[in-house]
């Protein structure tokens, strides 16, 4: 089974900065999928960015990267010239490659990082 | 739809109750999940449905919680004799294509008390 850690419970930065949230996962597998998702107070989770192991390319998705190391394992979500309405809850997830898309091989997410974008 | 639909979207239960918490997923989607998303945690995974049937159910607590997809597209899960453990944001999911991650609905937070 695939885990995911994200090891900040909680991060403030003031608007127009940049910040870097932490993410780490365990798999044996070699092909598979990394996501960020944002979910904000409505609760509806929403895709930022998305990310396919066999791709060595960052993922951009304009204010939002990714810094993704396959051997280390670490997947991180850095967030350009943040903006009040980045203000949110932040899930990492992993989904295996390949699988029929649900249960121990859908998606698997990190317990979250409560964002706070100070004006 | 547009998007993935739940009703209601807050529901407030005694304990012992009965509760059914609807999905309507995103047309065409034929995946569809359930997750529970516990005060502080991620969403967890609770049941899977392709199309009509339920393709891993691994997820389900207990043999109180149960799923419905009757026709492929709207789901129910059902709760019996609730417990105030089951407290959470439920949250509903469909997808077109494996790979490309699940698309949400805001959930339905059940509070029982």
């Known amino acids: 089974a695939q885990t995911v850690t994200q090891s900040q419970p909680e991060m403030s930065v003031q608007e127009a900065e940049t910040v870097t949230l932490s993410c780490t996962y365990d798999t044996s597998e070699n092909n598979y999928y990394l996501f960020w998702y944002k979910q904000p107070p409505s609760r509806q989770m929403i895709l930022v960015i998305r990310q396919e192991a066999y791709k060595q390319q960052n993922a951009t998705e304009n204010r939002f990267s990714v810094n993704f190391q396959k051997a280390a394992k670490s997947f991180s979500l850095k967030i350009s010239d943040s903006q009040l309405g980045d203000t949110a809850m932040y899930f990492c997830a992993f989904m295996k490659h390949g699988s029929a898309g649900g249960g121990a091989d859908g998606l698997t997410f990190g317990k979250g990082t409560h964002l706070i974008i100070q004006p | 739809g547009a998007g993935v639909s739940q009703t209601p979207s807050n529901k407030v239960t005694e304990k012992g109750k009965y509760v059914e918490l609807r999905c309507d997923p995103i047309s065409g989607h034929t995946a569809l999940y359930w997750y529970r998303q516990s005060l502080g945690q991620g969403p967890e995974f609770l049941i899977y449905?392709?199309?009509?049937?339920?393709?891993?159910d691994s997820g389900l607590p207990n043999d109180r919680f149960f799923a419905v997809r009757p026709e492929g597209s709207v789901s129910t899960l059902k709760i019996q004799r609730t417990e105030r453990g089951d407290s959470a944001v439920y949250l509903c999911a469909s997808s077109l294509q494996q790979g490309y991650g699940y698309t949400f609905g805001s959930g339905t937070r059940l509070t029982v008390v």
């Open positions: 449905f392709q199309g009509t049937g339920a393709a891993d």
